[in-house]
Nanobody, 123 residues
Framework: QDQLVESGGGSVQPGGALRLSCVVS??????LGWFRQAPGKQREGIAT???????KYADFVKGRFTISLDKRRKTLYLQMSDLKPEDTAMYYC???????????????????WGRGTQVTVSS
């Protein structure tokens, strides 16, 4: 059984919006987050949410993306707005067993990964 299952990706025009969802089948009292990987590029951290609700964002999405968690539904969201062509990538839901920590953007720190959902931004 997959422990993190993403959905909500798709194709959108520049300036558009999408909301990604991730159903979490493991304890939600961990560090949860979103990463992305574009073709030919390294994985990069987008945002994380700690067990106490503290959030961190990469500079390139501040003001455009919002991470949130519905604890009752055990679903992590990434609301994305003002999408740009450079946001095109496979988006992954991630989790780790410990605190998010200052190096939250290091993909090696996350032991749980979903299969990803594709986001394409083009006109």
């Amino acid at each position: 059984q997959d422990q993190l299952v993403e959905s909500g990706g798709g194709s959108v025009q520049p300036g558009g919006a999408l909301r990604l969802s991730c159903v979490v089948s493991i304890s939600i009292e961990r560090c949860l987050g979103w990463f992305r990987q574009a073709p030919g590029k390294q994985r990069e951290g987008i945002a994380t949410m700690a067990g106490d609700g503290d959030t961190k964002y990469a500079d390139f999405v501040k003001g455009r993306f919002t991470i949130s968690l519905d604890k009752r539904r055990k679903t992590l969201y990434l609301q994305m707005s003002d999408l740009k062509p450079e946001d095109t990538a496979m988006y992954y839901c991630v989790a780790r067993s410990h605190l998010c920590g200052p190096n939250w953007g290091d993909p090696e720190r996350y032991g749980f990964w979903g299969r990803g959902t594709q986001v394409t931004v083009s006109s």
